[in-house]
């Protein structure tokens, strides 16, 4: 079990309300479920289903303290909600998983992945 404390105020303050180790696994969750998400939402689909995912990883990337990468999927997820708001591009999905990247590190730490 990792000893490193939570990596921001977020987490900082669930782990006070629900303890260390649930917050552990809500961040382990996260690092799992997150990457899937992003190929689900560069892959072939309805536009409806891609708003939900963008909605969905706004929501997790909130929880888990991720300002930038939350503020990105809600953009995208007001964009996909917009009849022409335009679709999801390639740089999107490069820009997303850039602003995970920034964030999993110290997640993974905090778990001890």
Known sequence: ?????????????LAA??????VRTLVRTFLRDFPVSLAEL???G???????VAHSMKSNSRLMGAHALSQRMA??????????GGDIT???????????EAVAGPL???VGA
């Open 42 to 44: 560069g892959g072939p």
């Open 17 to 22: 309300v629900l303890g260390e180790d649930n």
């Open 75 to 84: 953009n995208l997820e007001t964009r996909l909600e917009q009849p022409g």
């Open 90 to 100: 390639p740089d999107d999905l490069v820009l997303i998983a850039s602003d995970y």
């Open 108 to 110: 993974r730490a905090f």
């Open 46 to 52: 309805e536009r409806k289903n891609r708003h939900r």
């Open 1 to 13: 079990m990792s000893s490193v404390p939570p990596p921001n105020d977020e987490l900082a303050d």
